[in-house]
């Protein structure tokens, strides 16, 4: 195993994997699509590269500007399409709901039919997301798969798990943690990750050195 | 026009399907309340197969007490499940809808 180009050994790449059915019925339907003049092969590219281009930078920006602007919160809260209102490209028209977090209620998201996720805001979902544990789990024993991210709510602090199932998405509005006064809204913006936007944990201050 | 408000008690049909629906069988049969009423959206059953004008349904989200959900249920009895339902599933009853 060749370690010469600077990184750990593994398998070779290797692409030359045989297509499965659904592939091949994907390329098919895309190639006859082109071919009928339908689409064009840039506009199947300008797609894919604005689905693997959205991350969760995009969702944490907006979550940033509602934790330093109160009438931009209102507004996002009482409707989730203000959310793309910062620039962001809503390819698949998704449907926003954005749920507020607060001392008294917790939110966090599950598709428990498929994988279902604000794409456009937060990019792909992360694979656990997508798992048969995480979905048919979260909302049977939802402490019990928020203590196994690390995440231990008080018993007076309510659950509210919403199952993603139909034509509505989710982003979930953490809460400003404490000690956060007078940060600009880029540095807030880093504290928001994914998973805070999913509500399996919530956003922390990094300790300062020493 | 959506014919059920927020805050309406309803029950949730208990239907087998055939082919593609959205509504997961843990809340088939279930009790729980409107907790708001959203638009119109075509419905899965002819989403699902290629119908694009099919029927058009008010869909609402609909919470339930984790309690009522799941009797062994072990957590605050504050706890709630919410989850997109379409108008076709929903049946209204009369009970008292608490605060």
Known sequence: MSESHGHGAHAPIDARETPGEWEILEIAVRELAIAKGLITADDHRRLLEGIDGASPALGARVVARAWTDETYKKRLLADGSVA???????????????????????????????????????????????????????????RVVLAEFGTVLPEDVSVRIHDSNADMRYLVMPMRPAGTDGWSEDQLAKLVTRDTMIGVTVPRVPLAPG | MSALAACQAVRIADRRTVGHSRVPTYVRGARGTVERVLREFLIPEDDAFGRPNGRRLTLYRVRFAAR????????????????????????????????
């Not at chain 1, 709901?97 to 001392?103: D, H, M, S």
């Not at chain 1, 604000?118 to 992360?126: C, D, H, N, Y």
């Not at chain 2, 009797?71 to 379409?86: N, T, W």
């Open chain 2, 68 to 99: 009522d959900l799941w009797p062994q249920y072990r957590g605050s009895a504050s706890d709630e499940v919410q989850i997109e339902i379409y108008e076709h599933w929903l049946e209204p009853i009369e009970e008292e809808v608490k605060p």
């Open chain 1, 84 to 142: 793309f209102e910062l620039g962001i490209d809503n390819y698949d028209r998704t449907n926003l709901i954005v749920l507020e977090n607060t001392p008294e209620v917790h939110n966090f998201v599950v598709c428990t039919l498929c994988s279902c996720y604000p794409r456009p805001i937060l990019g792909l979902p992360p694979d656990w997301y997508k798992s048969p544990s995480y979905r048919s789990r979260a909302v049977r024993w939802p």
